[in-house]
């Protein structure tokens, strides 16, 4: 099945600054997910990115299916970003119905 | 509308006994996904139902796990013979088409003494 490695795998900022976390993933997908698991517990999406690059607020993804990596970015961070960042792709390659499966997550923390 | 919601919230149970989890999907999504969180780790895939029928239960560790979905829309996870290693945070998703975009509930804590 595909893996998934997530890099770093912590991460602690102060308000206000900027920061990137990576995704990499081993075949070809036809379905990438990021997501923000907050202190909660609560999964929430945050992109759908097979390909290409989406925006959404302080938020932004980019996925390079050709070079299996994605990467997601938050801009002016703020103490609600902080939590666990979890990537997830299709457990098998070739497209089709399919559970996820994801990576080690990136635990952020943002200190105010 | 109404996101996924899963009942119990939490669930505490001692080794030995039976458990039932609830999964209520949104409201028209065909495809339902159980995951099982450790503390620590990312949600492991247990089942995929597509409409009633298990597409692929290759992910349930073992027999003491059981999924059904008659109805085509909620679910429940049955562990018999709960074993202290069993406690988790068990998530439920849904997604509108199969290979779509999955929403995840707000999971069932099981603490198994």
């Known amino acids: 099945g595909i893996q998934v490695e997530q890099s770093p795998p912590d991460l602690i900022l102060q308000e206000g600054a900027n920061s990137t976390l990576r995704c990499n993933f081993s075949?070809?997908?036809?379905?990438l997910q990021w997501f923000h698991q907050n202190p909660w517990g609560q999964l929430i999406n945050l992109f759908y990115i097979p390909s290409g690059t989406k925006q959404n607020g302080r938020l932004s993804a980019t996925t390079v299916a050709t070079e299996r990596y994605s990467l997601l970015y938050i801009s002016s961070s703020q103490t609600t970003d902080s939590g666990v960042y979890f990537c997830?792709?299709?457990?098998?390659?070739?497209?089709?119905?399919?559970?996820?499966?994801f990576g080690k997550g990136t635990h952020l923390i943002i200190q105010p | 509308g109404a996101g996924v919601s899963q009942t119990p919230s939490n669930k505490v149970t001692e080794k030995g006994k039976y458990v039932e989890l609830r999964c209520d999907p949104i409201?028209?999504?065909?495809?339902l996904y159980w995951y099982r969180q450790s503390l620590g780790q990312g949600p492991e895939f247990l089942i995929y139902?597509?409409?009633?029928?298990?597409?692929?239960d290759s992910g349930l560790p073992n027999d003491r796990f059981f999924a059904v979905r008659p109805e085509g829309s909620v679910s429940t996870l049955k562990i018999q013979r709960t074993e202290r290693g069993d406690s988790a945070v068990y998530l439920c998703?849904?997604?509108?088409?199969?290979?779509?975009?999955?929403?995840f509930g707000p999971g069932t804590r099981l603490l198994v003494l």
């Open positions: 409201s028209g999504h065909t495809a």
């Open positions: 075949d070809s997908v036809n379905n």
């Open positions: 139902f597509q409409g009633t029928g298990a597409a692929d």
């Open positions: 998703a849904s997604s509108a088409n199969p290979t779509g975009s999955q929403y």
């Open positions: 997830a792709a299709p457990r098998h390659s070739g497209g089709g119905a399919d559970g996820l499966t």
